[in-house]
Structure formats: structure tokens, C-alpha cells
């Protein structure tokens, strides 16, 4: 596919996404399907140019309010989008209050007990006293209340005043709504400066503990027989339980009726040497026959319980369920393959069944030669799974520890082996899976940080999208550190307290291929 083809497909891509945020239930589209620009909406309420966009953080929710001049005794109707911090998605419920405070006058205070569409508020301010007052927007809900506190605004006293103060600098950046926010994977997270420690990239592989996995493989060639409930995968088994049976395969010209023939003569056997001690110990009490005779008779009878024994194990191993050679876990844990069925015929050798503890699990990494000298003492480590973004670290003394790190490089792959052990209950890894991993090498270090899934690579650049505004968004190239676990270091291009998009990054990238004015200066 040639690239004019592709970027023709990228930005209808984004056109479609851009002008999917708004609802046609609050303001009719113009020809070209885009919205009309804030000062048409302002011109239909009867407003002229000029009015506030705001965006503040509460500790729960994102605000991002629209709403024109204050003028005493004209209404002024506020488009209050509320998004909470939890998932980033839009406030479906709750009454929401505008109140004018302070520069000496009482407080005003106009509310909405509920959004006219999922995420936006429309309370209508209608001022009685101009002059600098302080606003703030309130937010309750059944789960919560909190208030964003937006500073100082004037309410001029007449529209002439209003319209004499020059507008305010339009949106720039990327427009991307509240309403396309609302309705796909998305989040901000704000710069901050956290420790990051060095660490060093490495890759490998999930185990389980040696003494906590055993893979139970046939003794003899045979058949598997059940001992009750056949083992199914992902039952949990106690040390020694009982698996099932392994029924050895008969050799030879021995059938099932020449067993059970031996079994009953070796019984027949038994019987007459314990009738022949019982004879010969009541003759030596009465004298008459020497001891040695006594000693024989015990001799003969012990042997003749010994071949009945080994007779009647013989014809167990074929009697069906409860016959045959039992096979008991030798570990607790969970079953992790199971390779027969019952009836199954396994050759010797053959795996039955694997069983692993997963309560601790070990991680052997293989790190490259050129990084093992700055692993002398590692400090932990964090990995990923392919297919989940998460990382899991591990912190010796809390939820795993250092096994050991290896002194030989191995001479095929270069690398030295670094195994850790841990748990996580919470997650389902499964044993074999490989990871991608950091292993960290020293202390820690303040740096400014971002999420790692912030970061698109532009072609060997780094880039990532800071929010300028509740439905703005700027593209800026980033310097790279450290990263440790889901964290990445910013050398240069960010400042703490800026907010970066987090989650749905490359939604945003799509919105910047379209036109400056796709989705961009709408009134709701």
C-alpha cells in the first residue's frame, strides 16, 4: 500500500473518530459535518464573542467548563463536562452547583440536579452584582462531593462592557472531545518527580520452584486406572494424594486365570504351613518333637506368606480400579497437565501428569555480559507478559527475594543467569511463559517521570501528547532516561505538574493527522 494511500486512510480514520464525540441532540451540525465555532453558538443565545474554557482537577474528578461572559441579568448557560479520575469516564449522575462568592456581595448560587447527556451539566448562571467575584462549581454525587475552586471572574454590568473586553486566544493544539474521550481506552497522568533506580534489560522465563513441581512420567508400560475421581486440570492435590493406577502390561504367556490360579495356590500353600506350626509348636510344648523341627515349620510358613503376598499383588495390578501401581503426587499444588486418560495405554516413560505449587513462583532471567558487572548486588526486579501492559515487580523482603546470580557466561547466548523467586496470588502466570524484564542495579534517584505508556516512537523518536486544555492536546518530542517498571524517565521536554496522555495515546496521533479544524471550537 503506497504512503499517500495510507495517510489518505489515517486521517479518514480520524475524522471518523473526531466526529463521532458530539451529540446531535444539542446543536445541529453544519454542512460539512463539523460543529459551528463557539461564537455562532454564543451569536444563537443572544451573547456576542468572548467566553471562559476551563479545565481543573479535583482529587476525583476532571472538569472542563464552557461558558460565556457573566452579565448582570443576562443568563449565562455553563457546559460543565465531568469525567471521573477512577476509569476517565463520563459522570452519569449528580447535581452540580455554580456559585458567585466574594468581592463584597452575597453568595449567587445556580444548580442542576442532573446532565442533560451522560458527562455534561448545564446549570444556567443569571448574576444579580457585578464586580470580581470568586467561582466555584460544585460537584455531589451519592458516592462523593468535591468542589473546583476556578479563582477570580468578572461579571461586567452590561453586555457593552462584556463585549469591550477583547476575546480570549481561541483552542490550539489537537482537538479531541470530552465525548471521544468518554468512549474509548483513555487517561491523563500527571508528571511527577518519584525515585527511578538503574537497571539493566533482560529476558526470561516463568518456573516453578524445583521442589515444588513434579512431572510424574510411567515406571512400566501400562494401563491408567482411576483411583476414584480422575485428576482434571487445575485441581489442587496434597502431597501423597492418590492419583491413580498404572496396571502393568503382561508379559509372556501369563493371562489373568494363571494368576488367579497362583494366587489361590500360594493361599492353599499358606494355610497348610501355619496348620504344620501350629502342629509342631503344641508337639514341642508336650516334648515330642526337638526344636529345630519348630524352627522349620516357622521357616516354611513365613515363606509361604511371603509368595502368597507377592501372588496377590501380582493379580491386584489387573483387578481393576484399586489394582495396578499407585501413583501419588509427591508435591502439593496445582495440576498443571494432564496427558492420559483413563484406559489410556502409556508406554513407559510417558508423561502422565505435571503437577507445579504455584504459591511462589521463580524467575530466571538471562542478562547480556556486557551488563553483569553492574549486577554484583541486584536490588529487584520487574517483568511483563506479553499481551498485559502491567508490570510486576519484585521487592526482596516484601513479596520475593534474590535466588542467586550466576558466575559463568554461558558461551552459546552470552548471557549470565540472575534467578529471583515471588508471589503473585493475583495474577494467573503460567508456568513456561517468557517475559521481558528490568532488573534494577542501584539505589534510587529523584527524576521526573511519566508512565512508560505515555510514549509512541515516531520513527526513533520519542513522543508523547501533553494536555493543554480539557479537549486540547499538544504533540511534544521527549529525552528518554530510565525506565523502572511501568515508569519512564524524562530527561528534557516535560515538566512536573503537566498532565500527559497516558492511556489512547495514538487516538490522539490520529486526531492530529486530520484538519486544525476537525472536532475543534465546538459549543455544546
Not at 494355610?271 to 515349620?297: C, G, H, I, N, S
Not at 503426587?329 to 505435571?354: C, K, M, N, W, Y
Not at 551488563?371 to 523482603?397: H, K, N, Q, Y
Request: with cysteine; hydrophobic share 40%; charged share 25%.
Amino acid at each position: 500500500m503506497n504512503k499517500p494511500l495510507i495517510k489518505s486512510l489515517g486521517a479518514s480514520l480520524c475524522a471518523a473518530l473526531l466526529l463521532m464525540g458530539c451529540s446531535d441532540r444539542d446543536h445541529e451540525h453544519a454542512e460539512d459535518g463539523s460543529h459551528p465555532p463557539a461564537a455562532e453558538v454564543e451569536a444563537e443565545h443572544g451573547h456576542g464573542t468572548g467566553g471562559e474554557k476551563l479545565t481543573h482537577f479535583s482529587e476525583r474528578t476532571e472538569l472542563f467548563v464552557e461558558f460565556p461572559r457573566l452579565v448582570v441579568g443576562e443568563k449565562s448557560a455553563f457546559a460543565a463536562h465531568l469525567t471521573t479520575l477512577a476509569d476517565f469516564k463520563a459522570l452519569n449522575a449528580g447535581k452540580v452547583t455554580v456559585r458567585l462568592s466574594g468581592g463584597g456581595q452575597p453568595d449567587e448560587v445556580f444548580a442542576v440536579d442532573g446532565p442533560s447527556q451522560p458527562g455534561i451539566f448545564r446549570p444556567e448562571a443569571m448574576p444579580k452584582h457585578a464586580g470580581d467575584r470568586d467561582l466555584t462549581i460544585e460537584v455531589a454525587t451519592p458516592e462523593f462531593s468535591v468542589s473546583h475552586q476556578l479563582g477570580p471572574f468578572t461579571v461586567y454590568p452590561d453586555r457593552k462592557a462584556a463585549e469591550a473586553e477583547p476575546a480570549a486566544h481561541g483552542d490550539e493544539g489537537i482537538g479531541f472531545t470530552k465525548e471521544q474521550q468518554w468512549k474509548v481506552d483513555f487517561a491523563t497522568t500527571e508528571v511527577v518527580t518519584r525515585p527511578i533506580r538503574t537497571a539493566v534489560n533482560a529476558t526470561g522465563t516463568l518456573r516453578a520452584r524445583p521442589d515444588g513441581e513434579a512431572q510424574l512420567t510411567a515406571a512400566v508400560a501400562g494401563q491408567v486406572q482411576p483411583a476414584g475421581a480422575f485428576p482434571r486440570l487445575g485441581q489442587q492435590v496434597k502431597k501423597g494424594e492418590l492419583l491413580a493406577y498404572l496396571v502393568p502390561r503382561m508379559g509372556g504367556e501369563t493371562d489373568l486365570a494363571t494368576l488367579r490360579a497362583s494366587a489361590n495356590k500360594a493361599q492353599v500353600e499358606h494355610d497348610l504351613a501355619q496348620q504344620e506350626l501350629t502342629r509342631m509348636e503344641t508337639l514341642f510344648r508336650e516334648e515330642a518333637v526337638p526344636e529345630k523341627r519348630v524352627l522349620a515349620a516357622r521357616a516354611a510358613a513365613a515363606l509361604a506368606r511371603a509368595e502368597l503376598t507377592a501372588a496377590q499383588r501380582r493379580l491386584g495390578q489387573y483387578g481393576g480400579a484399586g489394582g495396578g501401581i499407585p501413583i501419588r503426587a509427591p508435591v502439593g499444588g496445582t495440576i498443571a497437565d494432564v496427558r492420559v486418560s483413563p484406559g489410556t495405554f502409556a508406554q513407559e516413560g510417558a508423561l502422565l501428569f505435571h503437577i507445579a505449587d504455584r504459591s511462589k513462583l521463580w524467575l530466571e532471567l538471562r542478562v547480556a555480559e556486557s551488563d553483569a558487572a553492574r549486577l554484583a548486588s541486584p536490588t529487584g526486579a520487574a517483568f511483563r507478559v506479553a499481551g498485559d501492559e502491567r508490570s510486576i515487580e519484585i521487592i526482596p523482603g516484601k513479596n520475593g527475594r534474590l535466588i542467586a546470580v550466576g558466575g559463568v557466561v554461558d558461551a552459546t547466548t552470552r548471557t549470565v543467569p540472575v534467578v529471583f523467586e515471588f508471589t503473585a496470588a493475583d495474577r494467573h502466570l503460567p508456568i513456561g511463559m517468557a517475559v521481558q524484564a528490568q532488573v534494577f542495579a542501584g539505589g534510587a534517584r529523584d527524576a521526573v517521570a511519566i508512565p512508560a505508556s505515555s510514549v509512541l516512537d515516531e520513527g526513533g523518536m520519542a513522543v508523547v501528547f501533553v494536555q493543554a486544555g480539557g479537549e486540547s492536546f499538544e504533540r511534544r518530542t521527549v529525552r528518554l532516561g530510565a525506565r523502572e517498571g511501568d515508569w519512564v524517565e524524562v530527561l528534557d521536554g516535560l515538566t512536573p505538574g503537566q498532565r500527559v496522555v497516558s492511556r489512547g495515546a495514538y487516538l490522539v496521533k490520529l486526531a492530529s493527522t486530520g484538519t486544525a479544524q476537525i472536532g475543534h471550537g465546538h459549543a455544546h
